[in-house]
Structure formats: structure tokens, C-alpha cells
């Protein structure tokens, strides 16, 4: 049983138990985007943060140590996604790539925005012309270093 | 002349005119995000805006013809970006990706978020422990249409 | 059990039963180019339509849970796809690719035409020098938002 | 002057005397989507097609001569197309592709749509909630010989 | 049991019965060449074939039903081939692709040679410096159609 | 002036003075089948031969001396070919690779068929269905060395 | 069980039975090059090669079959190698390919070293400052064949 | 001009001056294989080696320095060489790796054979059934540091 | 049970006994650098390593024997690497790999830095803004040899 | 003239003025390592460095300019570099990876080394049995941030 099985297993006893992300977020104590990303293979659990969600969806021992061990990262089976909805921020990325380069080299100078020290929250943005998808997304910067 | 002249022509200027995106974003009329977006190659300028920015920036006239005409997208050089600020974008949509689509799809059901009708804000975050890059997005949610 | 083996179980089933995409169709209750789609793991089903297929195809409980949830989507297995009948609508694409945007961009303006908000129509053509296959497609317009 | 070099002249042109991709293909006399394709460097103009494009557009006579010849086409820079609106119609052969290949075998049997004995219609389909993009496509149904 | 699971296992019943290619091909009834591509899991046999294959190759039910539908196509595992004598016919079409292409258009115009309406056939050419493959392709040209 | 520009002249020298490849190939000297993948950069002219279509194409000294070297073989731009012309030839190894390896190495054992001790005659075939393009290839078998 | 199987499972005997390459080399009966190559799956043995392996390594009868087969050659897992050893030859072709190009060109004139009728030895090569691998090549030369 | 430039020209200019690789290798003082790499743009030449072939070929003292520099390594424009010769030797490397592989370690141990202390010889085996290329590689064996 | 299973075997045994890499490598006997990248399929063991490491993980004896065995190296699913903390590397060789180049090259000539003759230690660097990791790397230098 | 063109000129002038990159480290007032980088196109110069390096290799006023704009990182032409030298740090990246992975973690918790904040230095290590390349490399550890 690898992390992939493990994550498998979430999605189907969750379904079985008719429990939301935000359940399952509420269970582990953290934010349902950060919740979210764990159980689907990409963040590390706390023995305690584990064996709640064991005890929540019926995990099997084994799958409830291996989400409190490092995942080696990365959600997608291919470079360029093809599922439509993820295809999107990556067409994000493509496109606006060398924007977000320009406005933030603009505003920091040379560094990056972390993806490590990062934080995010979606939610649904009421609107008369049909509802929005709204993240907010925020990260450190950090400078390049010179020596 | 193509395009990505045009856009080289256009760093080349702005860099000599010590002019910021955000002066040029005043000069087109629209936000800095989508103003840097389009002088990259990205979006088309109506007559009057390819006009002004041509008028500030001291470029040819087929280079003011040329960013009025709806471009190929797409503004990297690789698939898997190298850029290392560029590159963090693309790891959220690694790690990240399948996140996006199990919250967007408990909160709206089946369909994307629009990248098209779409719109962001990019600022700093004030933080004493280092300042962070903020990023609002907001894209109209569409559902798949069943027939 | 994950989708694709739900995919597979429902070909084989099918065939075993002699029920054409069209029979199935009738028991979604959709068109049969969305029912087809739907079958083969690329649009989700609602519960009534799911257990309906679930009792035509004699599909166990986890099928019928596992059509109900949002797929990933992408129904190929390679980027290219090598089968002729799939590979003359890469071809399509190929070739036409930049004639569809020459004359929506023509007709339109800057956007796209969306393939979420979308529907299609698949019939036979009947010709005397061969009959035609007839595909009519037809996709909401979304022009690029300014902000 | 090779035929990218004529197809980047005949768009610069086009531009400079306002002259659309219908008036063009008025000017070839066949469909404007033909005529599109072939102007972008698809198809192979007729010698007095050629000429009377040449002259539409003040074309030098080596690319007069160069429209004349069989090209090797293919019109996209990238496997995976980077553009949103041609990766719209990817993605439709991603997510439709074994739909497509299902319901023409039930329908026509083993064999493919032709791509070659092809023809296709774009048109502007009104609609009250936003306008949409209808391609009708036709191409002869194939069956693979057995021998 | 997948068609590729078919194709393994008639690939072995054939060595355990001590059959040959030629052998099937006559208990198909067609030629060598498309029966052994129809076995390999690229075309679709009849009902009729398929029993008399089964049989003769004691092939389980659910492989003779198999057989008679339609297959997803292609039958290298990797774009660019590494079996030394399937890597020659690619080499052919990367060395000669341009020559097939400039003398097809010589003596036809534009358009392409049918891999759908096509037949083989395969021979040993006796040869006293040592023998020769002998292959004959004979595959009917369609004319692109202008519209 | 490197092999391709060569390539390129020749082709733009020949629409220019309106002579076809079977034209060329009398100049040659040899069948148009390797003439023609010679002009195209693929093979290598006796100094005689250079000079002679040097003569006929009024080719600079340079290009003359070009095509006596030994070329960088390999005549397409990416693996997998776009030009729908060229790609059914790759389709045919794609569909047919390992029909190719079972049926010649049940003729001829463990082996290849050449690609360079190869000659290949290609001709219109008449049919009043439509004419067919008919390849003959023959290449010499070469048995595995065992040692 | 197919023929990647039978190979790992010759790997595992062998190392089991505490035999060398060179013991099964005597075994099959020539040199240890060929006859590692073949027990990894590169080439075919007779049936008295087989079975002789067979008994050795206490193989199953279906892996003394498959032995016999003409095997898909092609032992790497990935285009570009990723272990170490087997890297260096990789880097040896992609550094000196152009060499090996030139000087057999300028010796032989237009053609290729034949990796079919091909033998080679692999030997240690005592060496005071460090033994070396050397590796003795020798291919038939065939010259392109003109027509 | 960059070190591609003076490959190119180096080429060029042996052709004109008709030296063989043998010669220039005289005039380097090494041996040809060292010698032609060398000068394709492979290894870095001494300052009197470098100036002893710019006198021989006519080089500009540009060209004469950039020999002297340590160039970035790589002689092939793609992954997988299309050229046939070089073709092969990339075979060699796919069908006999695993050998390779297994025959080195089992004389040597784990490590690699260098190819930094490398060298080679390429000569013509006369052979009465036809001549045969014979290349002698020669690579210090590295033993994995254990530590 | 091949390699893979048994690295997979060894991080399950390792976490259940709660067991360190740095535990580990005092059974191995070798830095724990050495000793995990072994444990991780990278390196061989001897027979006494194997088999104390087998009793510290109660590791069945095929995978003992697995442990002695040269491993086909690489431990990535993929060329560029999609978990972050191994993505930070690559992109240290992407950004700075001219800069190792230059900078080698400067001091040392032509020639390479092993990865065989090479060791290396990872330790925690105390510092007040965050502690750091340090990785000291030690590798040969192999100069080019010429001949 | 863009940022490679700069790199190009600096490689030229540097070498044609008999400076090593410590002289111009000298200029610059940083490290060999930083200064090398971004002469290299990888880092940032502030206005002083950017004149003090243009004054010494004699660089036009534009190539002062770009060395203060903050560059599209990344300076390797392939995902898989070709270059023996710089590959052998990939193959580290590759054999080691998931050693790095495990080591950091143990010692860290789930979380990066940054290759931002992060300095190298890179030395001759004396050894009697050969000149060692000593490289010491210090990241930040940036844990994963919990919301």
C-alpha cells in the first residue's frame, strides 16, 4: 500500500460517507485547502491529525502511518494537464507566466514568490452574471541572495 | 516584425524610458495586470490604446498595427517552465492541481473556472516576518452543459 | 476500483448485453453524444441516471457511487493520439488551428469558443458517392475579459 | 522566402489594407474557410488564384509562386497547442476523442471520418444568453478495406 | 481482459499449436497481411472469423468477443520505435518522407495516399547476393477537397 | 549556404524553371525515387552528378559543392510528422509495425530488412474506383549475426 | 508470462544458482556478449539453446517457448538512460556521433556500420595507472544503394 | 560567431581545401578520432594547435580562439539521432545496454567505464564477404566510491 | 519482488520499527549519505550489509539477495522532477549549471567532476534567521584524456 | 541584442582580454559563484556592477542595460543537458534525489532547501591520488507553512 493507494481510499470512503472536504478539513484542524491537498497526497499529517481521519473514513493501520511520512509531491500524470478544469491555471501560468515575472520583479525586484511559505483560500464570489471562483493567494517573498 | 519583436521592442523602450508597467497601465486605460499581460504579447490593444502606447514608447508604426491584432498566446519558452519565479506558479498547479478541482467541484459541481472571463490583482502584503506577494483571482465559474 | 475500471466494465458489459450507446443513451436520458461521453469516464451522472445505468449494465454498488463523482478528465493515452479515427481530429486541429482563430477572431472578436458551455451533434450523411459523417458543434462565445 | 515567410506577409498585408478573410476568400471564390486555411499556409492555390491574390495584396511574385506549390503543412508550433482558443478544439479531441470513435464504429462500423474529402462552415449562432460559435463539419466515412 | 491481453494470449496459443501467420490467415480468410494485423489487435474481425479463431486457438468467450470490437489502434509502445526492424520502416519515413511527399503531389496534386483504403502484401524476394523483402503497398489517393 | 538552404534553392530553381522531379532525375541519372530524396538532401551526388543539376538549376558553386558531402540525414521537423501526407506513412508503421516483424520474421527469421541496401519504385496505379498510389519497396534481409 | 518476466526471472535464478553470464554463455553455447544479450531479452535462442538454459536455471516450459521467440528488442526503460553505466555509452554517441559520421564516411564513403551483422567483445584491459573496459566493435559496412 | 559557426566553417573549408580528416589530424598532432571530435566542436584545442589548423584552413582569428575554448558538448540536434549511421550506434546502446550493463559488473564490480579517459580507434577490417568497420573503444573502469 | 518493491519494503519496515536513515547506515557500516541512497536502490550492498540489514528490517531473503545485486540506477519518475524539495536541485543545476562549467573549466581545464569517485555530506547549519542545510560535495576531477 | 546575446559578448570579450571569471568577480564585488551566474545571464547587477563590467570588457551601452534587468533564468538549451559536465550534476540529482529527500526530512521535517537563499562555493581539493572538485552548498530550510 503506497501513498497512491492511500489517497484512492480517502476518496472512495469519503464518498461512501457522504463527508465533505470541509468535513474531513474540520477533523484534521487546518483550513480546507491545506486539509485537502494532505489527504490527497501532498501535505505530511501529524500522528494525531491522522489517526482522526483513520478513525473518521475506517483507514486501515497502515495508510494511517504512511500519511504522517513526506510524500514525494506532485498530484498530476502528466506535464501539461488534460483535465479541463486544472488545464486552466496552467493555461494561467502560460499565458500570464512572464506577467506575474514583470509585476513582481517590478515591485520586489529579483526573488520569487514562495510556493512553501504560501497560503490560499477559495471560495464562491457571488455575482448576478453567474457565480465566480475566487482564490486569494499568498506567499513570502524571497530575495535572491548575493554573495 | 512579429509579435515577440514587438515585445522585445517594447521591454527594450520601457527599460531605456525608465517607465514602469504600472505608467503604462495608466497609459492604456486598464489594470497593470491585464496593461503588462497585453504589451507581452498576450492580449490585443483596441487602435486608440496601440496608439498611446506606440506615442510613449517611440515604436514603429507596424509594431502599433501589430498590437492590435489578436495574438497567438502562450508566453513561454517551454512546456515545464525553467524560470525559477515562473516555475513556483507551475508547482502549485503540480502540487496543488488536484485541490483546485476537488473544492471548485464541492462548492460548484462539474465545470471550470473561466481563465477567460477572468481577472486578478496582484500587491504586496506588508508582513513582518518579510513581506509577501498577494494575488487575488476571480474567474466566472462555468458549468459543463449537459444536452 | 477507479473510474477507468468502471470505463472498462461498462464496454464489456455493454457488448456482453448487445446495447448500442444510443440504448444507453435513452436510459441517461441525454443526448447520446453526452451519454457516450458521460459512459466513457468524462462527464459525471446524477444518482437516478447513475443507478438506471447501474441496473441496465448489472454494475456493482462502487460503479454506480464512482459515476456520480467528477472525473479527471482526458480520454487518451498519449498526447498524439496514434489511433486513426482520433488522430484525423488531431489532423483537424492541426491543420485548421489557426484558420478557427483567423475567422472567430474575424466574427468575434478577442476569446474563445468554449468547450465547456458546448454541445454536439453526431449523424450519418447520406451521400452517393459515399456517405458523410456530419458533426455540428456548438460552443458559447466568451470574449476575454478587460479589467 | 519559404512559405512561413508568405504567410507572415500575407497577414501584415491583409492588416495594412483592411481587407478581412471573407473578402479574401471572395477573391479566391471558394469558402472563406478554405480560402483561410489556404492563405495561412494549409492548402495549394490554383495559378490564378494565386495571382489574383498577389495582386490583392502586393505580393512579390516568388510568393505568388510559393502559394502555387504544395506546402507541408501543419500550422502549430507546439505538439500541445498553447493558444486558448485552438487548445479549445485539443481539448475537445481530449475529453470527445473516444466518444467521437464510439458512436462513428456504432454507426458506420470499423474505419474513420476523412480529413482529406472534408469540408467545414463556421458561423455566428445567436443566442440571447451570449452568441455562439457553429461549426458544422463533414467529412466521408472511410471503412477500412480488409483484403 | 483487455485487447491487449487477447493479442498476448493468441501470440502464445499460436507458438504452443505450432501454428504459423499463414495458418490463421487461411482460418480467417483474408490475406496474411491484414489477418495478422487484425490478430495483433488493430482490425475487427467478424463473428464468424472470430469463432473460427477462438476455436482453433481455444480461445476463452470473452477474447472472442473482444475481437469483434472495434480497437483503439497503434501498436508500438513508444512514438519513436526501438525494435530494430520496425525502427527501419520509421527511418524509411524519416529519410524518404519528403521524396514520398514531393513525387505524390508530382503525379497526383495535393492530397494524401489512404492508410484506410490500403492493402499489403509482404514477399520474400529471391535474391543470389542474398534475399530480399519484397513489400507492395497499394493505397488509393484522395484528392484534398476544395469547397 | 548548409544543406538545407541547398535543399530550399533547389526546390524554389526547380518551380522557377518549371521542371518536375522525373525531369531532375534524367539529369541525375538514376530512378526518381533516389534522385528526388538526394535533391532533398537525403543522399549524396557523384561530383558529376552535382554538377550536372548545378547546371540545370543554375546553382552557385557552393551548393554544387554541397550536395558531393554526405548529408546529416533525416528529413522532418519533429518525430511525429504533421504534413497529413507524411503522417499516413507513419500511421502505417504505427498500425502495421509489428504485423511487419511477425510476418518477416516468420519468413525469414531473426533479422531486419535493410534501409540503405533498399530501392523503392513508386507509380499511379489505375482504378475506376479511383486511382491508387502503389509502392513497391524492396530491401535486402539481413539475419542477426550470432557469434 | 511474457517476455520482460522471463527475463527477470533468469536474473533471479541466475543469481540464486550462484552462475555467471559466462557459465550460461558455455551453456547456450557462444560468445558471453551474444548470450547475455539474448537471456536479457535481445535475441532469440534455437530450441536446444532454450531448453539447455532451461535446465540450468530451472525455467518453466513457457519461458523455454518464449526464449524462442523473436523478442520487441529495445532494453531501456526511457529514450534517454538514466543509470549511470549505461549513460556513458549514450554520451559516447551523442559526443562523438558526428565523429563516428565523419571518419566512416571519409573511409567508406555514404552508407552505414551495420548493428545486425555486428559481434562484439568486451574485455578487462590491465592497466597500472587503472584496469579498462575495452570493447571491440566490428560491424559490416553497407554502402547506400543507388537506383 | 559561436562555436557551431566554426564547426560549420571548418567543414566547409576542409571540402574546398580537399583535406581529409587524417590530415588535419597530422596537423593537430593527435590522433583522428581525438582530432575530428575536436574539430567538430567536441574538445578544446591547444593555442599552437588552434593556430596551426586556422593557418591550415584559413580561419578568422575568431574562430582561432573559440577552438581554445572548453565548448558545451553535444554533437546531435535531437534525443534520438535521425541520422542513420548515428542511428545505429544509438541502437547499440538500446539493444545491448542491459548487456553492457551486466558484463561490466560482473568483471568489474559496481562503477562505470569513463568516457573522459577514453580513447578509440576506428579502422577498415577488410573481410572477403565484405569490409567491416572495427572500433576499438578503450575507457578506464570507475569504481562507485564508498564512503 | 524486484528492486523497487524491496526500497518500497524498506521505507514501510523502516517506519514501522521507527527506525532512522541515520540507524540505518550504522548497521550498513557507511555514512548515512552512502548507506540511505544504497537503501533507496541506488548502490550495491555486500552480502554482510544485506543480511544485517535484512535482520534489522525482518526482510525476506529474496530481497537480501536483491540488496547484492547491481541496481539499474535512477530513483525519478521523471526527467524533470515534480516534487519540490528534489525540484530545488534541478533547478540549482538548470540555473548555475554554465556557472559549475565555467568555473571548473577555470581552474581545472577540460574535464569533468566524477559522480563515481565522489562522496558527500549533509549536515544542519545552526544560523538565527533559520537554519540552513549544508551539503559539501567531493568529486574527482577526471580530465579529458587526449590521444 | 537580448540577454543571450549579452551572455555571448561577455564569453567573447572575456576571453579575447585574457580575464578569468575571478578577475571579474573583482569587479563585480561578489563571490566567483554569484558573479559568474549573472555574467552567465542568471542573476541581477545593480547599475555600479553593470558599468564597472561594461568598462572593463567594453561592452555597448545596451548590454549595460540588459545586465540590470532581471533575466528569464535558466541557461541550459535541454531538459537532459548534453554537456558530460553538467550532466553529471543532473545524474546526481537523478541517483540521489530521493537520498537528499529522506536525508532532509529526517533531519528537518516536511519542507525545502531553498535554492534562493542559498550560497555556494566551489574549490580545488588537493588529493595525492587526484585533484578533487570540492563544492560546499548552504539553502535556507523553509518548512511547509500549515494554515
Known sequence: M???????LIVIRK?????SWANLAEIVGHSKEWSTAALLGQ????????KAVGAALDLPDEAVEQLQVVPYK???????????????????????GTTFKALIHEEFGDGIM???DFNMDL???????GD????????????????
Chains 1, 2, 3, 4, 5, 6, 7, 8, 9, 10 share one sequence.
Open 2 to 8: 503506497n501513498r497512491e493507494d492511500v489517497t484512492d
Open 43 to 50: 501535505m505530511t499529517l501529524s500522528e494525531a491529525q491522522a
Open 15 to 19: 464518498a461512501k460517507k457522504k463527508l
Open 132 to 147: 465566480r471562483v475566487r482564490i486569494v493567494m499568498s506567499g513570502k517573498f524571497l530575495p535572491y541572495k548575493t554573495y
Open 74 to 96: 506532485g498530484s498530476l500524470p502528466s506535464a501539461v494537464p488534460t483535465d479541463p478544469l486544472i488545464y486552466r491555471f496552467y493555461e494561467l501560468v502560460s499565458v500570464y
Open 114 to 116: 514562495s510556493a512553501i
Open 123 to 129: 471560495t464562491r464570489e457571488p455575482d448576478p452574471k
